[in-house]
């Protein structure tokens, strides 16, 4: 394992980012009386800010001077950010991030963490992350990639704690490295499972839950199969567009957070366009699809880890504790008052209590 130092944007990407901002086409849209996408207001005021008054050197500075690692052994090149813990002989916690995001979710729960070592992945084809021969990977690929990167950091045995795609990542390392993994921290279930491993003899409560489940997949699903299926020809558009880019990725930080609509009780301008940067400067957003297009088959038992499940209630889809317990081992289930998707931004106290319980249950 050696030593990161992350490469620094050069002015000419910056730029050209600005020039493009600057010379955006105003696009039609429709007027509907259904929900429709971004604000075009927000969106217009987001885009305004990145091209005159947001300052990426400010937030790049700050994301450097973290402690990069980068594999040297392993098959799959990983990196990753290490806050070791304040005292010796700590627990071991990897933090696991998700779409469209990358390790700056958990940028406001390190500080909460400082008797623990926390290991925050770069997931291959996400932002910051090294790269890979095929630009990105499936859930079960990034996982095996972190188990050895863990391997080569000395880390043989740890607590996983997950949201979004980073559930899948843990739960098939909980599957496939099961002497790894400690306990289990998640904010969410795979939708996998309701989708494609849905069991037989359903209560009522779990059949409220897929019902559910699939109404939001009707409503709110369309770019999780516009992702899977036509990756490149989406990625080809965002990739080249930063409105389109921030419309696409804005969306979800507005509408998955418990933010009521409104961006800035979630998120300042300053840092959506952080997250969203990360994405423009890498990228990354066709590879970070791949987890979608490549998604493998969860053809394991139930995982007998002792799992800590947190229920946020903006989350995407809560599923019932039933059904998780289908799949999973729950030894503690703690349901939030406020917080959405994105938990360990939002919320950051009230994540750090799920991964505490879970280093409290580790084997």
Not at 76 to 105: I, Q
Not at 182 to 200: C, I, N, R
Not at 307 to 327: G, H, I, K, Q, S
């Amino acid at each position: 394992m050696r030593e990161h130092t992350l490469t620094r944007v050069g002015d000419v990407a910056l730029a050209d980012l600005r020039a493009r901002l600057r010379n955006r086409r105003v696009v039609p849209l429709p007027r509907l009386d259904v929900p429709a996408g971004v604000s075009p207001r927000l969106l217009a005021e987001v885009l305004d800010h990145w091209g005159d008054g947001y300052d990426w050197r400010e937030h790049e500075r700050r994301i450097a001077s973290w402690r990069w690692l980068e594999t040297e052994h392993t098959a799959v090149p990983l990196r990753l950010v290490e806050r070791l813990a304040d005292r010796e002989n700590a627990p071991v916690v990897v933090l696991l991030h998700g779409w469209p995001d990358s390790v700056l979710r958990f940028e406001r729960v390190l500080p909460l963490l400082p008797d623990v070592t926390v290991v925050v992945p770069a997931l291959p084809g996400f932002p910051f992350a090294a790269p890979v021969e095929r630009g990105g990977l499936s859930s079960v690929e990034m996982a095996d990639a972190v188990v050895a990167a863990m391997a080569e950091l000395g880390h043989e045995r740890y607590v996983l704690s997950a949201g979004d795609v980073g559930c899948d990542v843990a739960e098939a390392i909980a599957a496939r490295h099961e002497a790894s993994v400690d306990a289990l921290h998640l904010t969410d279930l795979s939708q996998y499972h309701f989708l494609v491993d849905l069991p037989g003899e359903l209560d009522e409560t779990e059949y409220a839950y897929v019902r559910r489940g699939h109404e939001w997949q009707a409503n709110e699903g369309g770019y999780m199969h516009e992702q899977s299926t036509r990756p490149a020809t989406l990625a080809t558009g965002l990739g080249d567009s930063p409105a389109g880019l921030a419309a696409w990725i804005l969306e979800k930080l507005v509408d998955w957070t418990d933010s009521n609509g409104d961006l800035r009780s979630a998120f300042s301008l300053d840092e959506a366009l952080t997250w969203i940067s990360a994405y423009w400067f890498s990228g990354a957003i066709g590879t970070s699809f791949a987890p979608y297009a490549a998604a493998a088959p969860k053809d394991w038992p139930r995982i007998e880890i002792p799992t800590v499940m947190t229920v946020f209630p903006r989350d995407l889809v809560n599923a019932p504790r039933r059904f998780v317990e289908r799949f999973f081992s729950v030894s503690d289930w703690i349901e939030f008052p406020n917080g959405g998707h994105f938990a360990a931004w939002e919320e950051p106290e009230s994540y750090v209590r799920g991964v505490r319980r879970a280093l409290e249950l580790r084997r």
